[in-house]
Nanobody, 115 residues
Framework: QVQLVESGGGLVQPGGSLRLSCAASRTMFGFNAMGWYRQAPGKKRELVASISSGGRLDYVDSVKGRFTISSDNAKRTVYLQMNSLKPEDTAVYYC?????????WGQGTQVTVSS
């Protein structure tokens, strides 16, 4: 069993930055991939960014050049650096971990971009 705890969300003005953190309850060794998803009101949950065990990075087109996903295995933490935030980035952001045969989700953290 793995627990994922997100933090770092909040209210920010357009053009601002936030860094989200996702802390895993155990070593990330053996994880096939970790990712950040988001869900805005009335919309489906969508993949924002992911990082595979081999280091491959993937981003949804709308955040390319603005968001960066990274991981620190020693701290068992995955980060999402979000720059040049836009109102359309407003959503609950979720962390996801994939192992062989299992998927784990965090509880989510709210990001609101508004002036």
């Amino acid at each position: 069993q793995v627990q994922l705890v997100e933090s770092g969300g909040g209210l920010v003005q357009p053009g601002g930055s936030l860094r989200l953190s996702c802390a895993a309850s155990r070593t990330m060794f053996g994880f096939n991939a970790m990712g950040w998803y988001r869900q805005a009101p009335g919309k489906k949950r969508e993949l924002v960014a992911s990082i595979s065990s081999g280091g491959r990075l993937d981003y949804v087109d709308s955040v390319k050049g603005r968001f960066t996903i990274s991981s620190d295995n020693a701290k068992r933490t995955v980060y999402l650096q979000m720059n040049s935030l836009k109102p359309e980035d407003t959503a609950v952001y979720y962390c996801k971990a994939e192992t062989i045969g299992r998927i784990y989700w965090g509880q989510g953290t709210q990001v609101t971009v508004s002036s």
